[in-house]
């Protein structure tokens, strides 16, 4: 059962930009923390962004403070996290995934996580 659905992937140019949202029931993760991981080819996986269930809090990972924006909304059946990427760099390629855990408050590099999107392809030309 899918419970994450991610879309906004593609190709876009060194200094572009991409917007990735990440739809999830109300009903089930409207306690969660959610955020975003991502595998450039070859490499691990590596934490993104995290926000916690109200949007109060926002945790980055260094390479991409100042260049990424993690934000939620909520409607009556949804929830919609949103990646909004800047300035993107060849070394942002890769494939970027949803991710949601109740199992602490802000998802952070090294958090559990309970539920994973099936993730969508981000390709930076140079």
């Known amino acids: 059962q899918v419970q994450l659905v991610e879309s906004g992937g593609g190709l876009v140019q060194t200094g572009g930009s991409l917007r990735l949202s990440c739809a999830a029931s109300?009903?089930?993760?409207?306690?969660?923390?959610m955020g975003w991981f991502r595998q450039p080819p070859g490499k691990e996986r590596e934490f993104v962004a995290g926000?916690?269930?109200?949007?109060?809090?926002?945790?980055?990972a260094d390479s991409v403070k100042g260049r990424f924006a993690i934000s939620i909304s909520r409607d009556n059946r949804k929830i919609t996290v949103y990646l909004q990427m800047n300035t993107l760099k060849p070394e942002d390629t890769a494939v970027y995934s949803c991710?949601?855990?109740?199992?602490?408050?802000?998802?952070?590099?090294?958090?559990?996580?309970?539920?994973w999107g099936q993730g969508t392809q981000v390709t930076v030309s140079s």
């Open positions: 926000i916690n269930w109200n949007g109060g809090r926002t945790y980055y």
């Open positions: 109300r009903r089930t993760f409207s306690a969660y923390t």
């Open positions: 991710a949601a855990t109740d199992r602490v408050t802000l998802l952070q590099p090294n958090s559990p996580v309970d539920y």
